[in-house]
């Protein structure tokens, strides 16, 4: 099969980066004796202690997965651990039975939100345009910097823009491990679906280049799930038909694929399957709300694990309120989200009078929510959301809570 071409009158290069097991590489800078070894990252809290015991004076001993008792999920695992086929989304349980002897960290969200700050700023000292796809990755338009004349409108990208593209993404490569000691792996394409295929081709600190010429060689061979939107579902009914990689998916008839999977999923399905993507890359846009959660590794009682639950409620409300700030927002409607030990999930909202990142007030209008869900069955997850955003100078200053009135009993 022939590659196709791509269907642009604009050529552009674009690149991926995502950093290399992020969560995992950053606890490997706190605790460089364990680099080499099968860790993984979730489960517990960053509080939750870590040596276990001395086997002698001067070793640390960490928790080991054939320890853990809980319902909690792989975060992310180094690549020594995915040697044995753990993976992000495991249960833990499942993958103590695959790796017993695997070490295990608790989260730190803090710690991996300040490490993606320091990585993004030095991407930004290199290239200005920049879509901030997560904690751990981001797209670049590097378009100007290493083609302008095929902004300008030039019909095919030069070949010399791809080797210059090349030292822009190692020297961007050069700056994260400066700013951080960390490795990423990026890749270079002509759109952003292939770029994110691209950086996951040679990881760990990989650098590829991958143009549609290569998609014959390169791309097609890969299952399909390594097109960024197809999930288990779709596969599995693609599997089901025969097609298997993308190869197959390129060789399917659009007609079949419409007939199959609507006509918007069957013609994005073949645009993907032949490289072709003409998303731009978004340098700004307005979030819609900023949200915290989290699952507990047991089910909490309302009554008896009162005082337990409010103090979580209250470290909820007071990241979001951090969160806040740092985007430099504040909002009216202030959500909480509550899951039962049945996996029923309620929601409730409240809008106040003036936008807000106060976390005494946050906390008041949670509170105020969390009196109209019944709280008769054990609680599984917690989280609070505040929506309807707007600049934060927008508001004036923000509202300042009476000191003499006391925070209202949550639980």
């Known amino acids: 099969m022939a590659a196709a071409a791509m269907d642009t009158d604009s050529p552009r290069v674009i690149s991926h980066l995502d950093m290399d097991a992020f969560y995992a590489s950053v606890e490997l800078l706190r605790y460089p004796e364990l680099r080499g070894q099968p860790v993984v990252i979730g489960g517990g809290h960053p509080a939750e202690e870590i040596t276990l015991a001395m086997a002698e004076p001067g070793v640390q001993r960490f928790a080991r997965l054939r320890d853990y008792v809980g319902r909690g999920v792989i975060t992310t695992a180094t690549y020594e651990a995915r040697a044995f086929g753990l993976h992000s989304g495991m249960g833990l349980m499942k993958a103590a039975q695959l790796a017993p ?4 960290l608790p989260t730190d969200f803090e710690a991996y939100r300040r490490y993606s ?21 981001m797209y670049l338009d590097l378009t100007d910097l290493v083609a302008p004349e095929a902004a300008a409108g030039a019909k095919e990208t030069p070949n010399d823009a791809w080797e210059g593209a090349r030292e822009v993404a190692q020297a961007i490569k050069d700056a994260v491990r400066r700013a951080t000691g960390l490795s990423c792996s990026i890749g270079v394409a002509p759109n952003k679906l292939l770029a994110k295929i691209a950086s996951d081709l040679d990881k760990p600190d990989g650098l590829t280049i991958l143009t549609v010429h290569d998609l014959a060689v390169r791309v097609w061979p890969l299952p399909t799930r390594r097109i960024n939107g197809i999930g288990p579902k779709t596969s599995a009914k693609l599997e089901a038909a025969g097609v298997r990689t993308i190869g197959d998916l390129a060789a399917a008839q659009l007609p079949w694929l419409i007939e199959q999977f609507g006509r918007n999923c069957g013609s994005w399905l073949h645009d993907a399957a032949h490289g072709r993507d003409e998303r731009p ?8 709300s900023i949200s915290r959660e989290t699952t507990f590794e047991r089910d909490l009682h309302a ?13 909820l409300c007071m990241g979001v309120s951090q969160d806040l700030q740092r985007k430099g927002c504040a909002g009216k ?5 509550l899951r039962y030990d049945n996996f029923k999930t309620v929601t409730r909202d409240q809008t106040i009078a003036v936008p807000t990142q106060d976390p005494l007030v946050i906390r008041r209008a949670a509170g105020q929510c969390l009196k109209r869900v019944p709280l008769d069955r054990r609680i599984r ?10 600049p934060v100078q927008a508001t004036g200053p923000p509202p300042q809570p009476v000191a003499t009135e006391p925070a209202p009993s949550l639980f």
């Open 281 to 288: 890359v978004v340098t700004h846009s307005e979030p819609k």
């Open 101 to 104: 002897n695997a070490v295990r």
């Open 333 to 337: 409607t202030i959500g909480l989200k």
């Open 303 to 315: 009554t008896r694990d009162r005082e337990q639950l409010s103090q979580i409620f209250t470290e």
């Open 117 to 137: 700050r320091l990585f993004k700023v030095a991407v930004r000292a290199i290239v200005p345009h920049i879509e901030d796809n997560g904690i751990d990755e």
């Open 381 to 390: 997850l917690l989280g609070v959301r505040v929506g309807a955003l707007c």
